[in-house]
Protein backbone atom coordinates (compact mmCIF):
# COMPACT_ATOMS: atom_id res chain seq x y z
CA UNK A 1 0.00 0.00 0.00
CA UNK A 2 1.32 3.70 -0.71
CA UNK A 3 2.04 6.01 1.94
CA UNK A 4 0.09 8.00 0.00
CA UNK A 5 -3.11 5.72 0.34
CA UNK A 6 -6.28 7.42 1.05
CA UNK A 7 -6.11 6.80 5.02
CA UNK A 8 -9.33 5.38 6.59
CA UNK A 9 -8.19 1.45 6.09
CA UNK A 10 -5.60 2.59 8.57
CA UNK A 11 -6.34 2.94 12.17
CA UNK A 12 -7.21 6.87 11.36
CA UNK A 13 -10.60 7.40 11.66
CA UNK A 14 -10.92 10.60 9.28
CA UNK A 15 -12.78 12.20 7.19
CA UNK A 16 -11.93 15.10 4.32
CA UNK A 17 -8.72 14.98 6.22
CA UNK A 18 -10.35 15.42 10.00
CA UNK A 19 -9.11 13.68 12.41
CA UNK A 20 -12.19 12.29 14.46
CA UNK A 21 -12.44 12.11 17.84
CA UNK A 22 -14.77 10.88 20.14
CA UNK A 23 -15.33 12.31 22.90
CA UNK A 24 -13.78 15.95 24.52
CA UNK A 25 -9.68 16.08 24.81
CA UNK A 26 -8.63 15.90 28.46
CA UNK A 27 -5.79 17.72 29.83
CA UNK A 28 -3.31 15.68 32.35
CA UNK A 29 -0.96 16.58 34.12
CA UNK A 30 2.74 15.06 33.32
CA UNK A 31 5.26 14.72 35.13
CA UNK A 32 7.66 12.58 33.58
CA UNK A 33 7.03 15.39 30.51
CA UNK A 34 8.50 18.40 32.64
CA UNK A 35 11.07 16.12 33.66
CA UNK A 36 12.22 15.43 30.25
CA UNK A 37 11.99 19.09 29.04
CA UNK A 38 14.32 20.07 31.87
CA UNK A 39 16.42 17.52 30.88
CA UNK A 40 17.23 18.85 27.41
CA UNK A 41 16.13 22.44 27.61
CA UNK A 42 19.17 24.13 26.03
CA UNK A 43 20.66 21.44 24.18
CA UNK A 44 20.12 21.07 20.01
CA UNK A 45 18.62 17.44 20.45
CA UNK A 46 17.27 15.44 17.68
CA UNK A 47 13.79 13.78 18.37
CA UNK A 48 11.76 11.13 17.28
CA UNK A 49 8.16 11.11 17.65
CA UNK A 50 6.29 7.49 16.89
CA UNK A 51 3.14 9.40 16.95
CA UNK A 52 1.21 11.06 14.23
CA UNK A 53 2.37 14.42 12.69
CA UNK A 54 0.48 17.34 14.78
CA UNK A 55 1.34 20.93 14.14
CA UNK A 56 0.72 21.93 17.65
CA UNK A 57 3.80 19.46 18.86
CA UNK A 58 5.71 20.15 15.88
CA UNK A 59 5.55 23.95 17.00
CA UNK A 60 6.33 23.21 21.04
CA UNK A 61 9.02 21.72 20.24
CA UNK A 62 10.23 24.24 17.95
CA UNK A 63 10.94 26.40 21.13
CA UNK A 64 13.76 23.80 21.55
CA UNK A 65 15.23 24.18 18.36
CA UNK A 66 15.52 20.28 17.74
CA UNK A 67 15.35 18.08 14.76
CA UNK A 68 12.50 16.22 14.87
CA UNK A 69 11.79 12.96 12.95
CA UNK A 70 8.51 11.70 12.55
CA UNK A 71 7.35 8.10 12.06
CA UNK A 72 3.71 7.26 12.72
CA UNK A 73 4.14 3.75 14.00
CA UNK A 74 0.62 3.15 14.45
CA UNK A 75 -0.43 4.22 11.38
CA UNK A 76 2.34 2.19 9.90
CA UNK A 77 1.21 -1.14 12.01
CA UNK A 78 -2.35 -0.89 10.80
CA UNK A 79 -0.66 -1.74 7.19
CA UNK A 80 0.36 -5.30 8.06
CA UNK A 81 -1.89 -8.20 8.69
CA UNK A 82 -0.84 -10.12 11.78
CA UNK A 83 1.17 -13.68 10.93
CA UNK A 84 -0.19 -16.99 12.24
CA UNK A 85 0.94 -16.45 15.66
CA UNK A 86 -0.48 -12.99 15.62
CA UNK A 87 2.51 -11.22 15.94
CA UNK A 88 1.97 -7.61 13.86
CA UNK A 89 5.71 -6.93 13.44
CA UNK A 90 9.38 -8.25 13.61
CA UNK A 91 12.97 -7.11 13.09
CA UNK A 92 12.03 -6.80 9.34
CA UNK A 93 8.96 -4.33 10.40
CA UNK A 94 10.89 -2.40 12.51
CA UNK A 95 13.88 -2.08 9.90
CA UNK A 96 11.77 -1.42 7.16
CA UNK A 97 9.77 1.26 9.83
CA UNK A 98 12.78 2.84 10.96
CA UNK A 99 14.79 3.54 7.60
CA UNK A 100 17.20 6.17 8.66
CA UNK A 101 21.11 6.33 8.25
CA UNK A 102 22.25 4.11 10.38
CA UNK A 103 24.63 6.90 11.72
CA UNK A 104 21.51 8.99 13.07
CA UNK A 105 21.41 9.06 16.74
CA UNK A 106 18.18 10.37 19.13
CA UNK A 107 18.43 12.17 22.00
CA UNK A 108 14.53 12.25 22.86
CA UNK A 109 12.08 9.47 21.76
CA UNK A 110 8.45 10.24 22.50
CA UNK A 111 6.85 6.75 22.02
CA UNK A 112 3.53 8.11 23.79
CA UNK A 113 1.01 4.93 24.51
CA UNK A 114 1.97 3.04 21.53
CA UNK A 115 3.87 0.44 23.75
CA UNK A 116 0.68 -0.87 25.23
CA UNK A 117 -0.60 -1.91 21.40
CA UNK A 118 2.26 -3.50 20.82
CA UNK A 119 3.06 -7.60 22.05
CA UNK A 120 5.72 -8.48 24.32
CA UNK A 121 7.68 -9.75 21.46
CA UNK A 122 7.18 -7.12 19.03
CA UNK A 123 8.29 -4.52 21.66
CA UNK A 124 11.38 -6.52 21.91
CA UNK A 125 12.32 -6.34 18.61
CA UNK A 126 11.31 -2.47 18.88
CA UNK A 127 13.38 -2.31 21.86
CA UNK A 128 16.69 -3.42 19.84
CA UNK A 129 15.90 -1.51 16.81
CA UNK A 130 15.62 1.75 19.17
CA UNK A 131 18.56 1.33 20.92
CA UNK A 132 20.93 1.34 17.57
CA UNK A 133 19.85 4.69 17.43
CA UNK A 134 19.89 5.70 21.07
CA UNK A 135 23.43 6.92 22.44
CA UNK A 136 24.32 7.29 26.99
CA UNK A 137 21.83 9.61 27.79
CA UNK A 138 19.11 9.36 25.35
CA UNK A 139 15.45 9.84 27.11
CA UNK A 140 12.58 7.20 25.85
CA UNK A 141 8.94 8.76 27.19
CA UNK A 142 6.30 6.38 27.04
CA UNK A 143 2.61 5.94 28.71
CA UNK A 144 1.58 2.47 30.14
CA UNK A 145 -1.79 1.60 30.71
CA UNK A 146 -2.66 0.08 34.31
CA UNK A 147 -6.39 -0.24 33.73
CA UNK A 148 -8.25 -3.90 32.67
CA UNK A 149 -9.01 -2.21 29.40
CA UNK A 150 -7.97 1.00 27.10
CA UNK A 151 -9.02 2.84 24.12
CA UNK A 152 -9.00 0.22 21.00
CA UNK A 153 -6.79 2.83 19.60
CA UNK A 154 -4.14 4.87 20.97
CA UNK A 155 -4.74 8.48 21.69
CA UNK A 156 -3.62 10.96 20.36
CA UNK A 157 -1.05 13.02 22.29
CA UNK A 158 -0.48 17.38 22.03
CA UNK A 159 1.58 18.77 24.37
CA UNK A 160 -0.28 21.67 25.66
CA UNK A 161 2.66 23.03 27.96
CA UNK A 162 5.73 21.40 29.52
CA UNK A 163 3.76 19.94 32.22
CA UNK A 164 0.47 19.06 30.96
CA UNK A 165 -0.58 16.73 27.91
CA UNK A 166 -4.18 17.09 25.84
CA UNK A 167 -5.62 13.03 25.22
CA UNK A 168 -7.58 12.88 22.21
CA UNK A 169 -9.43 9.78 22.35
CA UNK A 170 -9.73 8.66 18.79
CA UNK A 171 -12.42 5.54 19.53
CA UNK A 172 -15.35 4.62 22.02
CA UNK A 173 -14.51 0.21 22.11
CA UNK A 174 -12.04 -0.55 24.37
CA UNK A 175 -9.22 -3.50 24.31
CA UNK A 176 -7.74 -5.50 26.98
CA UNK A 177 -4.57 -3.68 27.95
CA UNK A 178 -1.54 -5.80 28.46
CA UNK A 179 -0.72 -3.67 31.88
CA UNK A 180 3.36 -3.98 31.22
CA UNK A 181 4.79 -3.48 34.84
CA UNK A 182 8.21 -1.31 35.52
CA UNK A 183 9.99 -4.64 36.03
CA UNK A 184 8.73 -5.95 32.42
CA UNK A 185 9.77 -2.43 31.02
CA UNK A 186 12.94 -2.94 32.16
CA UNK A 187 13.33 -5.86 30.88
CA UNK A 188 11.90 -5.22 27.05
CA UNK A 189 14.43 -1.95 27.25
CA UNK A 190 17.41 -3.54 27.75
CA UNK A 191 20.41 -1.26 28.16
CA UNK A 192 18.05 1.57 29.22
CA UNK A 193 17.17 2.05 32.54
CA UNK A 194 13.78 3.43 34.38
CA UNK A 195 14.93 6.69 35.43
CA UNK A 196 11.56 8.12 36.27
CA UNK A 197 8.31 6.54 36.96
CA UNK A 198 4.75 8.49 37.70
CA UNK A 199 1.66 6.82 38.10
CA UNK A 200 -1.19 9.02 37.70
CA UNK A 201 -4.71 9.23 38.69
CA UNK A 202 -6.50 8.60 35.00
CA UNK A 203 -4.57 5.26 35.32
CA UNK A 204 -1.47 6.03 33.07
CA UNK A 205 1.99 5.05 34.28
CA UNK A 206 4.19 7.77 33.00
CA UNK A 207 7.76 6.08 32.13
CA UNK A 208 10.64 8.24 31.65
CA UNK A 209 13.29 5.60 30.12
CA UNK A 210 17.36 6.53 30.41
CA UNK A 211 19.66 5.08 27.71
CA UNK A 212 22.88 3.31 30.10
CA UNK B 1 10.70 19.66 -23.91
CA UNK B 2 11.09 22.99 -23.31
CA UNK B 3 8.28 25.97 -22.41
CA UNK B 4 9.09 29.22 -22.53
CA UNK B 5 7.56 32.37 -21.04
CA UNK B 6 6.12 34.78 -23.92
CA UNK B 7 7.13 38.50 -22.13
CA UNK B 8 6.60 40.98 -25.33
CA UNK B 9 3.63 42.44 -24.68
CA UNK B 10 0.64 41.41 -26.24
CA UNK B 11 -0.38 43.25 -30.00
CA UNK B 12 -3.68 41.95 -31.34
CA UNK B 13 -2.93 40.49 -35.09
CA UNK B 14 -5.44 39.16 -37.35
CA UNK B 15 -4.17 35.53 -37.63
CA UNK B 16 -6.05 33.55 -39.47
CA UNK B 17 -6.29 30.18 -37.47
CA UNK B 18 -3.97 30.61 -34.23
CA UNK B 19 -2.78 27.60 -32.88
CA UNK B 20 -4.59 26.54 -29.54
CA UNK B 21 -2.47 27.70 -26.43
CA UNK B 22 -0.62 25.08 -24.01
CA UNK B 23 -2.86 25.17 -20.63
CA UNK B 24 0.14 25.55 -18.64
CA UNK B 25 2.42 27.31 -17.22
CA UNK B 26 0.35 30.18 -17.30
CA UNK B 27 1.77 33.39 -15.60
CA UNK B 28 -0.73 35.33 -13.86
CA UNK B 29 -0.43 38.13 -11.35
CA UNK B 30 -1.25 36.98 -7.59
CA UNK B 31 -2.81 39.51 -5.31
CA UNK B 32 0.72 39.56 -2.64
CA UNK B 33 3.23 37.53 -3.27
CA UNK B 34 3.80 36.03 -0.21
CA UNK B 35 5.76 38.48 2.76
CA UNK B 36 8.91 40.63 2.50
CA UNK B 37 10.67 43.39 4.64
CA UNK B 38 10.89 46.30 3.10
CA UNK B 39 14.60 46.83 2.36
CA UNK B 40 14.46 43.92 -0.13
CA UNK B 41 14.13 44.93 -3.35
CA UNK B 42 10.35 45.33 -4.89
CA UNK B 43 9.62 41.89 -5.93
CA UNK B 44 8.00 40.33 -8.65
CA UNK B 45 4.21 39.34 -8.56
CA UNK B 46 4.01 37.40 -11.62
CA UNK B 47 2.62 33.41 -10.74
CA UNK B 48 3.05 30.33 -13.29
CA UNK B 49 1.15 27.72 -12.95
CA UNK B 50 1.47 23.96 -14.09
CA UNK B 51 -1.41 22.98 -14.78
CA UNK B 52 -3.64 19.59 -13.98
CA UNK B 53 -2.90 17.57 -17.10
CA UNK B 54 1.00 18.57 -17.23
CA UNK B 55 4.28 16.32 -16.56
CA UNK B 56 7.21 17.79 -16.96
CA UNK B 57 10.50 15.82 -15.97
CA UNK B 58 13.48 17.86 -15.02
CA UNK B 59 14.59 20.77 -12.94
CA UNK B 60 12.92 23.92 -12.21
CA UNK B 61 14.02 27.22 -11.64
CA UNK B 62 12.83 31.24 -12.04
CA UNK B 63 12.01 34.53 -10.36
CA UNK B 64 8.29 34.18 -9.78
CA UNK B 65 5.75 32.51 -7.58
CA UNK B 66 4.74 28.87 -8.87
CA UNK B 67 1.65 26.86 -8.34
CA UNK B 68 2.02 22.97 -9.38
CA UNK B 69 -1.01 21.00 -9.86
CA UNK B 70 -0.01 18.40 -12.69
CA UNK B 71 2.88 15.87 -11.95
CA UNK B 72 6.87 17.22 -11.86
CA UNK B 73 9.86 14.79 -11.06
CA UNK B 74 13.34 16.35 -10.82
CA UNK B 75 13.72 19.67 -8.78
CA UNK B 76 12.02 22.64 -8.32
CA UNK B 77 14.21 25.41 -7.16
CA UNK B 78 12.93 28.86 -6.29
CA UNK B 79 14.45 30.31 -3.41
CA UNK B 80 13.60 34.05 -3.85
CA UNK B 81 9.99 32.82 -4.59
CA UNK B 82 6.51 30.92 -3.25
CA UNK B 83 5.89 27.47 -4.34
CA UNK B 84 2.55 26.05 -3.90
CA UNK B 85 1.97 22.40 -4.66
CA UNK B 86 -2.11 22.12 -5.39
CA UNK B 87 -4.58 19.78 -3.74
CA UNK B 88 -3.78 17.92 -7.56
CA UNK B 89 -0.18 18.57 -7.33
CA UNK B 90 2.30 15.03 -7.14
CA UNK B 91 5.36 16.40 -7.04
CA UNK B 92 8.52 13.67 -6.95
CA UNK B 93 11.54 16.69 -6.32
CA UNK B 94 13.31 18.82 -3.81
CA UNK B 95 11.76 21.72 -3.58
CA UNK B 96 13.15 25.18 -2.77
CA UNK B 97 10.89 28.60 -1.71
CA UNK B 98 10.61 31.39 0.35
CA UNK B 99 7.47 30.08 1.15
CA UNK B 100 6.37 26.37 0.37
CA UNK B 101 3.08 25.39 0.80
CA UNK B 102 1.82 21.95 0.47
CA UNK B 103 -1.65 20.72 -0.68
CA UNK B 104 -0.83 17.66 -2.52
CA UNK B 105 1.90 15.35 -2.21
CA UNK B 106 5.29 15.78 -2.11
CA UNK B 107 8.31 12.99 -1.99
CA UNK B 108 11.36 14.72 -1.58
CA UNK B 109 12.75 17.36 0.62
CA UNK B 110 11.16 20.42 1.56
CA UNK B 111 13.23 24.06 1.90
CA UNK B 112 11.85 26.88 2.93
CA UNK B 113 13.60 30.56 3.56
CA UNK B 114 10.86 31.74 5.45
CA UNK B 115 8.16 28.88 5.93
CA UNK B 116 6.85 25.52 5.28
CA UNK B 117 3.35 24.75 5.48
CA UNK B 118 1.78 21.37 4.83
CA UNK B 119 -2.59 21.58 4.43
CA UNK B 120 -4.86 19.09 5.67
CA UNK B 121 -4.69 17.53 1.97
CA UNK B 122 -1.21 17.64 1.69
CA UNK B 123 1.43 14.77 2.42
CA UNK B 124 5.25 14.68 2.94
CA UNK B 125 7.46 12.14 2.19
CA UNK B 126 10.65 13.50 3.05
CA UNK B 127 12.60 16.32 4.98
CA UNK B 128 11.95 19.62 6.21
CA UNK B 129 14.14 22.82 6.70
CA UNK B 130 12.21 26.03 7.56
CA UNK B 131 12.85 28.41 10.23
CA UNK B 132 8.70 27.91 10.68
CA UNK B 133 6.65 24.51 9.83
CA UNK B 134 2.98 24.56 9.78
CA UNK B 135 1.76 21.19 9.74
CA UNK B 136 -1.96 21.50 9.55
CA UNK B 137 -3.94 18.30 11.45
CA UNK B 138 -5.02 15.68 9.61
CA UNK B 139 -1.83 15.91 7.37
CA UNK B 140 0.31 13.43 6.32
CA UNK B 141 3.99 13.47 7.17
CA UNK B 142 6.88 10.94 7.94
CA UNK B 143 10.38 12.40 7.61
CA UNK B 144 11.96 14.63 9.54
CA UNK B 145 12.01 18.84 10.62
CA UNK B 146 14.74 20.95 11.17
CA UNK B 147 13.77 24.18 12.12
CA UNK B 148 16.99 25.62 13.10
CA UNK B 149 17.07 29.12 11.38
CA UNK B 150 18.95 28.83 8.29
CA UNK B 151 21.56 31.32 7.37
CA UNK B 152 21.29 33.62 4.92
CA UNK B 153 21.68 31.45 1.81
CA UNK B 154 24.10 29.65 3.70
CA UNK B 155 20.71 27.80 5.48
CA UNK B 156 19.34 26.69 2.15
CA UNK B 157 22.96 24.93 0.76
CA UNK B 158 22.62 22.80 3.51
CA UNK B 159 20.26 20.87 1.76
CA UNK B 160 23.08 18.98 0.04
CA UNK B 161 24.26 17.95 3.43
CA UNK B 162 21.28 16.37 3.77
CA UNK B 163 20.80 14.58 0.51
CA UNK B 164 23.36 14.67 -2.05
CA UNK B 165 21.89 16.44 -5.45
CA UNK B 166 21.71 13.49 -8.00
CA UNK B 167 22.62 14.39 -11.28
CA UNK B 168 21.04 12.77 -13.70
CA UNK B 169 18.51 15.71 -14.58
CA UNK B 170 21.03 17.33 -15.72
CA UNK B 171 20.26 16.51 -19.51
CA UNK B 172 16.63 17.11 -18.89
CA UNK B 173 16.07 20.51 -17.77
CA UNK B 174 12.34 22.35 -18.67
CA UNK B 175 11.68 25.73 -18.77
CA UNK B 176 8.30 27.13 -18.21
CA UNK B 177 7.10 30.78 -18.57
CA UNK B 178 9.92 32.44 -16.96
CA UNK B 179 10.79 29.82 -14.44
CA UNK B 180 14.50 29.51 -16.05
CA UNK B 181 16.34 26.24 -15.73
CA UNK B 182 19.71 25.68 -14.90
CA UNK B 183 19.98 29.26 -12.70
Known sequence: MSWFSPRGSGPHKEQQGRVQTVAEPEVH?????????DDIRGRKVQVLDLGPALGSNVEFLSQFGCKLFIEDLYAALATRAPSGDGELAGPEFFAEF?????????????????????QRKELVHFAARLSRHCDRGARLFA????????????FRFKIQDEQHL??????????PSPRYAPLEVTDIFKGFRVDRSFLLRHGIQEFLLVKD | MVWKKNDDPIHPEPTPAAPPRPAVPTPSPTPSGGPSSGHEPPRRTDRATIGASIFIKGDLSGEEDLV???RVEGKVDLKQNNVTVGKNGKVKADVSGRVVTIEGEVTGNVFAREQAILRQSGAISGNIQAPRVILE?????????????????????????????????????AEVAGVKAGA
Open chain 1, 29 to 37: RSLALAALF
Open chain 2, 68 to 70: IEG
Open chain 1, 98 to 118: LAIPEETRFDVIFAWDLFNYL
Open chain 1, 143 to 154: LISILKTMPAQP
Open chain 1, 166 to 175: IYERRTSSER
Open chain 2, 137 to 173: DGSRFKGSIDMETPKELGGLNRERELRPEPSHHEANR
